[in-house]
């Protein structure tokens, strides 16, 4: 039965997905997404980055808004500031007079700030030995589309709720 | 510019993704979602289904959660089975089992959820980014002239605000 697949029978090795250390900066995570949507031979188009330690220990991870964030940082801040925030000036992006002012040439100065100060913590890991049930419950728990699959304390791949979604309804299409 | 930009340059058009009327079922919302997978494979990944009623007006959206969800309903309630065994091994053989196939056959209208924002096919690029991101959606339905031509993804729109990033040389942004 499907349901009794393992993680690691559907999962994406981390060899294949895009990871960096802590200290590589946003703009070389948005390249590294970049390349694998050009890329014709990937089956997968990657849509968040893995942020890893110089032990490669899993210490967070990069998605849109991280690198949002690191690229624009008043895109995503409301117009009250945040108490002791010195930064840019905060924009009220629903006025919607503003959009040129967004995304200009200060990006780029921007986007070398290293991936720590943006990322965000991983909220769930897998064992790879664990059934792909057990996976999709935790992605569906913490609203998640992928999730890492652990070996020895070491992160082996990444399983994906699409991937997870195509083997747990095979047998619907039985019915 | 990605301000200059419209929506409808990048938007993924309604013929090419998956949409089905609300009284299709969950097993017909799957068989849709695992052809368009395969026909577009490379291209884009489908994770929701657009539900639409008789007069092709939006109504609704469905996700992979919710049709997970739906053919399995008992997989995201806390039971007192669950705290017990947070690793679930006592109730995995139960998940996705018999009681699947009377699932499967209910309509979509039962499990779709609202659409939580669109855009139109002429707002900039920046605009949708800014509603999808406030929204927390990974895809909106993109609409021209009040009907639904396509739906646009996160990911698309990111890809293109951050060019300016990657090129070595700088064009004039503004």
């Not at chain 1, 100060?117 to 996976?135: G, L, N, Q, W």
């Amino acid at each position: 039965m499907d349901t009794e697949r393992l993680v690691k029978d559907i999962m994406i090795p981390l060899t294949d997905y895009p990871h960096i250390p802590y200290w590589f900066s946003v703009r070389e995570a948005i390249a590294m997404i970049k390349a694998a949507a050009a890329d014709p031979t990937k089956k997968v188009l990657p849509y968040l980055v893995l942020v890893f330690d110089e032990k490669y220990q899993l210490l967070g991870y990069l998605g849109i808004r991280e690198m949002l964030r690191g690229i624009e940082p008043r895109f995503l801040k409301t117009k009250e500031a945040t108490p002791g925030y010195l930064g840019p000036e905060a924009v009220d992006l629903t006025l919607g007079t503003l959009w040129r002012d967004l995304f200009t040439r200060r990006c780029k100065e921007e986007a070398k700030k290293p991936v720590r100060e943006v990322m965000s913590p991983i909220r769930a890991t897998i064992p790879a030995t664990a059934p792909i049930v057990k996976a999709a419950f935790l992605m569906l728990q913490t609203d998640t589309w992928i999730i890492p699959a652990m070996e020895d304390k070491k992160v082996a791949g990444i399983a994906r709720l699409v991937d997870i979604f195509k083997e747990l309804t095979t047998q619907v299409l039985e019915l | 510019m990605p301000h200059k930009r419209q929506v409808r340059e990048v938007m993924i058009p309604l013929q090419d993704y998956p949409h089905i009327p609300y009284w299709f079922t969950l097993r017909q919302a799957v068989a849709l979602v695992r052809e368009s997978a395969l026909k577009y494979a490379g291209v884009f990944e489908p994770r929701t289904v657009l539900v639409f009623n008789e007069k092709y007006q939006i109504v609704g959206i469905l996700t992979l959660r919710d049709i997970l969800k739906g053919l399995e309903p008992a997989f995201l309630k806390e039971s007192e089975l669950v705290k017990a065994d947070p690793t679930l091994a006592i109730v995995m053989g139960d998940l996705f089992g018999p009681g699947m196939e009377k699932q499967a056959h209910r309509p979509v209208s039962d499990v779709m959820g609202p659409i939580r924002a669109t855009v139109k096919a002429d707002d900039s690029l920046v605009k949708a980014l800014f509603v999808m991101v406030k929204e927390n959606v990974g895809m909106m339905p993109v609409l021209d002239n009040g009907r639904v031509a396509g739906m646009v993804r996160l990911t698309d729109l990111f890809l293109e605000v951050s060019q300016a990033i990657i090129e070595k040389t700088t064009p004039e942004l503004s």
